[in-house]
């Protein structure tokens, strides 16, 4: 009895793993779709012109690809690509100032420094600073 309590218990264990992997699985490939949806959107939006519906595209794009990500400085805090840094901030400047050189579009520049995807910077390995010292520190 004991036997066939083990063989049920492992091949319980066994079916949730290889469900949990399908399930990984399929919502990774959702969620690369979903990006190369919205990357397109983004395309079309930037070569539309608007540069309020170009950087709500973007975020959206990026909201795809990385979690965390509410705001278009959040983005630029991520990228290592100076091109598409500079390209977010020549559209927050032409959104939001007041004086702008209605010669540029930024909406053109945005599409093309973005065109083969977003350049993520790589996670640091340093561990992040613990907020609170030790609660028994070594003693010296």
Do not use: M
């Not at 919502?27 to 190369?36: M, P």
């Not at 519906?53 to 630029?76: I, M, N, P, Y």
């Not at 901030?89 to 083969?116: H, K, N, T, V």
């Amino acid at each position: 009895l004991w036997i066939l309590s083990l063989a049920t218990f492992g091949w319980l264990a066994w079916r949730r793993r290889s469900a949990a992997h399908r399930a990984g699985t399929a919502a990774a490939q959702a969620r690369s779709g979903r990006a190369r949806t919205l990357r397109n959107a983004f395309l079309l939006a930037a070569r539309g012109g608007d540069p309020h519906a170009t950087g709500r595209a973007l975020l959206a794009w990026a909201q795809a690809e990385r979690d965390g990500v509410r705001h278009l400085q959040d983005v630029s805090e991520q990228l290592a690509d100076s091109d598409q840094i500079e390209a977010i901030a020549r559209l927050q400047q032409r959104r939001y100032a007041a004086a702008i050189d209605a010669a540029q579009d930024p909406c053109a520049a945005l599409a093309e420094a973005f065109r083969s995807g977003f350049v993520w910077r790589k996670p640091s390995a340093a561990s992040p600073q613990e907020p609170l010292p030790p609660l028994y520190p070594p003693s010296t």
